[in-house]
């Protein structure tokens, strides 16, 4: 068993959360600046119990369901980017084109999942079926 220390700040405005071991320095400033809404919880892991989510049947289920223009829309909207910016990225494309792909109308091109890849640094398989 792994014992891990956490501390757990909530107030209107900010949550902090720390794993691990907390140095009695961070606590201090932590109590300083944020005073009694400081809590350190003491938590115990058991190392049997975690669970290889890739194995999982939700995660299964959750990978048939997620085409290649559903990735290319979930880098896109965690990149914070437009599709008409994504569509400028690729080479002055309309963002009608870049909704197409996300919704399937167009499929993704190997070369398109090469720009795509480049863009979003990631594997050119996330948007190839």
């Known amino acids: 068993m792994r014992c891990t220390m956490l501390a757990v700040v909530k107030t209107p405005h900010i949550r902090i959360h720390i794993q691990g071991r907390i140095p009695a320095r961070l606590m201090t400033v932590l109590r300083k600046e944020y005073g009694r ?12 119990e ?19 223009g559903k990735s290319l829309r979930i880098y896109r909207q965690n990149a914070k980017m437009t599709q008409a910016e994504l569509g400028k990225r690729l080479g002055g494309l309309p963002k009608q084109f870049v909704s197409n792909m996300e919704n399937g109308i167009r499929p993704i091109s190997k070369n398109m999942a090469l720009k795509l ?3 979003f ?3 050119v398989a996330r948007f190839i079926g």
């Open 121 to 123: 640094k990631t594997s």
């Open 50 to 68: 975690l669970v290889d989510v890739f194995k999982t049947d939700w995660y299964r289920r959750t990978k048939a369901r997620l085409t290649p």
């Open 117 to 119: 890849a480049g863009i």
């Open 37 to 48: 809404g400081v809590k350190l919880v003491e938590e115990a892991e058991d190392d049997e």
